[in-house]
């Protein structure tokens, strides 16, 4: 199966220690909910481990084909393992990959046959290493690896506390010491083709700073963002929309008779510059819709509850 990165929206994490695991991956909680990760890593204890993954192996035959996007992030190889040997296994979409480096994910890579999508997550010391990032990049860039990576998804909240930082109340994670390493890693691993995500914003009371902080995502070139409460995932989806204004100014890039230069309202925009900003804004059109006429995204009201 192909799946555009777009489609994951923004992706639910779920401890797999959760009753109700079945009914989150099928959108029978969460109506409307694009995809879910089933996680088995830092969302649990270590002694909590064996229960989540009975729990999970109850999960996976359940899992239906009209659904949400699955994935599962296994806690280390061995878990994945275990994974792995479940019944019912086939029906998920993917694995997240935790702690990615290159030997994580070579090992990861060897152990999960290639009918499963993979998402590296960067969240280790050598996020912040420039020599190390292109390492990965080489590796990820395999042919026989590259086609299997949906997307590579950034884990703030590990980022920050190798740093030893906690975001402080209204402040984005662009306004802490991991803002810079943010722009390093797309600048890194975007120009070669690989979308990447945004992390989580960790205060699901704070819809305000939330609010600005996935403006920022998008600013990076980020859609995608993990959210770790179902009231998360309609308010990000909203910024997702694009505005009526982008969007015909996308279609006029992207226009076969388009000039080589032309301006809207008093801002210049030549094809040959602006045409993969504009690809992305009619792929984001496609998949989560135009805001209002007031130029107000609509949210998933289903998903956007308090």
């Not at 803002?179 to 797309?186: C, E, Q, R």
Request: hydrophobic fraction near 40%; proline fraction near 7%.
């Amino acid at each position: 199966m192909t799946f555009s990165h777009l489609k994951l929206g923004a992706s639910l994490y779920v401890p797999t220690t959760r009753p109700d695991i079945a009914a989150v991956a099928n959108g029978d909680s969460y109506p409307g909910l694009r995809s879910v990760i089933l996680c088995t890593e830092d969302s649990i204890l270590p002694g909590q481990v064996d229960a989540a993954l009975d729990n999970l192996r109850g999960c996976l035959p359940r899992i239906r084909a009209e659904r949400p996007l699955v994935f599962v992030r296994p806690r280390d190889p061995q878990t994945l393992l275990r994974i792995l040997a479940m019944r019912g296994v086939d029906r998920i979409d993917g694995f997240v990959l935790p702690k990615a480096t290159v030997e994580s994910v070579s090992t990861y890579g060897s152990l999960a046959p290639e009918r499963f999508l993979l998402m590296p997550t960067l969240e280790t010391r050598e996020a912040f290493d420039p020599v190390a990032m292109s390492g990965l990049r080489d590796l990820l860039s395999n042919p026989g690896l590259k086609d299997r990576i949906l997307a590579i998804r950034i884990g703030g909240s590990d980022l920050l506390n190798l740093v030893g930082v906690r975001r402080r109340p209204g402040r984005t994670i662009y306004d802490t010491v991991v803002g810079p390493a943010i722009a390093s890693l797309v600048a890194a691993f975007r120009p070669c083709g690989f979308p990447l995500t945004a992390p989580v914003f960790d205060d699901f009371g704070d819809s305000e700073t939330l609010n600005e902080e996935v403006v920022r995502d998008i600013d990076h070139g980020l859609v995608g963002k993990s959210a770790i409460h179902p009231c998360q995932v309609g308010r990000i989806e909203g910024h997702y929309r694009v505005s009526r204004a982008e969007l015909k100014v996308a279609q006029a890039i992207l226009a076969h008779d388009a000039p080589a230069v032309f301006q809207v309202d008093h801002v210049m925009f030549e094809p040959a510059t602006h045409s993969e900003w504009a690809r992305s804004v009619i792929a984001r059109a496609e998949i989560f819709g135009t805001a209002d006429a007031e130029g107000v995204p609509r949210l998933n009201r289903k998903l956007a509850v308090s």
